[in-house]
């Protein structure tokens, strides 16, 4: 079975830096880790294994941390589920370089997501649900005041965020 893996914080700002070619290696070391791809430097990865979703994060956790010693929390999510996630995009009609999903490592609580809507800035809009905050920003993701961390302290839940042009390359990949 095909697992998308996102990795938190790799080689974002010089922190915790992982040569892909090295995650791949180390990975692949693994008997039950097959057919290792990465995409781009953020930490997308690829994989086929029998292990279910959360052993196959785990694995993986524990084998950067053994090889690299980086504590890096990892998500996987098949190819079905990230298809859902960008069918139910509540943004897709707006410019593909303005649509970014926050992928969140478990489910807030209901009184975080309603300190996190709370919030309003101008040219920002955000829909929370159970597993992804889908995310707006009119003016572009740099000009932004909600990031990543934002939504992390807010929302009091781990969380990585990916662009379309990424989500639609992983959705690919896991074919």
Not at 35 to 54: A, F
Not at 115 to 138: A, D, R
């Amino acid at each position: 079975m095909k697992h998308v893996c996102l990795l938190r914080g790799v080689n974002v700002s010089g922190s915790n830096k992982i040569k892909m070619a090295e995650l791949r290696e180390a990975l692949e070391s693994e008997v039950e880790l097959n057919n290792v791809q990465t995409y781009i430097q953020s930490g997308n990865i690829i994989l086929d294994s029998e292990l279910d979703k959360n052993e196959v994060s785990k694995k993986v956790h524990q084998l950067i941390k053994k090889s690299f010693g980086f504590d890096v929390p990892v998500l996987t999510l098949s190819q079905g589920e990230l298809k859902a996630i960008k069918s139910a995009n509540p943004y897709s009609n707006s410019d593909i370089k303005k649509q970014y999903f926050v992928f969140l490592y478990s489910k807030p609580k209901q009184e975080d997501i309603e300190n996190l809507t709370s919030i309003s800035y101008t040219n920002e809009e955000f829909t929370i649900t159970n597993t992804v905050v889908y995310y707006h920003p009119k003016e572009g993701y740099g000009k932004a005041k909600l990031s990543n961390n934002v939504f992390e302290n807010k929302l009091k839940v781990t969380a990585t965020a990916r662009n379309l042009n990424t989500l639609e390359t992983l959705i690919k990949l896991a074919q």
